[in-house]
């Protein structure tokens, strides 16, 4: 059977369509203008998915990345910084759109998924995927299956308390993880120090600068401290990393070592890896679905 992904981005969404050894056969991306709002996505993935379609004559399964979290008990998205998900019946909507059943995940699931069953996690039986970027999400896959927990939020180390008291959050808790080391909580930091507005990655061109060893120390004390936790509670084979921040050379080496020297353990050698997929992760996980 042929399958068909669509990874549904704040800016773009992307849409693939695969043979039974997950070779694309045809991909397509178009932009996701959700200020036009839920109704104006709805019709984006559809004619996606009408135009994958035409590649294949054979029947398709489909599977949907998707911004946010499904409510367990309500079915309906919650946790979306797309906002006009929120509350929305998006998988139920999808299949009579659609008119056919579709399996449905968050993006750090897929993204998970997608590393453990074709990336950097592949010969790995527990894999926690990490996105970091805009926000911090994660996703656990345990011999080659989404783990999403009781109330499916399993992986949720971004908002996981690490300093009591300390930044405000979103989701309306102090100290979350996500407000220390996602890629707005690093540049707010970066213009406390230096009145500078540049990005995560212009602020790593600037190793040169004082500021930057403050930057820099408190970035991997912040990173070593939330991942130390997360190998105390699942003692993962491995931990991929994603998102724009994975592209940062020192969390590899320096990044690890302050992990390790966190972990409650007298021996620790937990593989900390660049993702192989890039940002089509959540592509091919839509697909393994």
Not at 27 to 44: A, D
Not at 85 to 111: H, P, R, T, V
Not at 169 to 189: D, F, N, Q
């Amino acid at each position: 059977m042929y399958r068909i992904g669509v990874d549904l981005g704040g800016t773009k969404t992307e849409g693939v369509l695969v043979d039974e050894e997950f070779q694309v056969v045809e991909r397509k991306r178009v932009s996701t203008n959700q200020t036009n709002g839920y109704e104006s996505i709805l019709n984006t993935i559809k004619d996606l998915v009408s135009d994958l379609k035409e590649k294949n004559n054979e029947k398709t399964s489909i599977g949907v990345c998707t911004p946010g979290a499904l409510s367990k008990e309500s079915g309906l998205i919650k946790n979306s910084n797309t906002q006009c998900l929120i509350g929305k019946d998006l998988k139920n909507d999808l299949e009579k759109i659609l008119d056919q059943k579709i399996s449905i995940e968050n993006d750090a699931n897929c993204f998970a998924l997608a590393e453990a069953k074709l990336g950097a996690a592949k010969t790995h039986n527990t894999v926690f995927g990490v996105i970091m970027g805009t926000g911090v999400g994660g996703g656990l896959v345990i011999g080659g299956k989404i783990h999403v927990g009781r109330t499916n939020i399993a992986g949720e180390w971004g908002h996981h308390c690490i300093k009591p008291n300390g930044n405000d959050c979103y989701c309306g808790r102090k100290g979350c993880v996500e407000t220390y080391i996602s890629g707005p909580a690093l540049e707010k930091k970066w213009n406390e120090l230096t009145n500078q507005n540049i990005s995560v990655s212009d602020i790593v061109k600037n190793s040169q600068e004082e500021a930057y060893k403050t930057w820099k120390k408190e970035f991997l004390e912040n990173f070593g401290l939330s991942l130390a936790n997360v190998i105390d509670i699942l003692d993962p084979d491995v931990i991929v990393l994603g998102g724009g921040l994975s592209n940062i050379p020192f969390l590899y080496d320096e990044g690890k070592n302050l992990v390790y020297d966190n972990v409650f353990s007298d021996a620790v050698d937990t593989p900390i890896l660049k993702n192989q997929l890039g940002d089509s992760a959540g592509v091919f996980g839509a697909c393994i679905l």
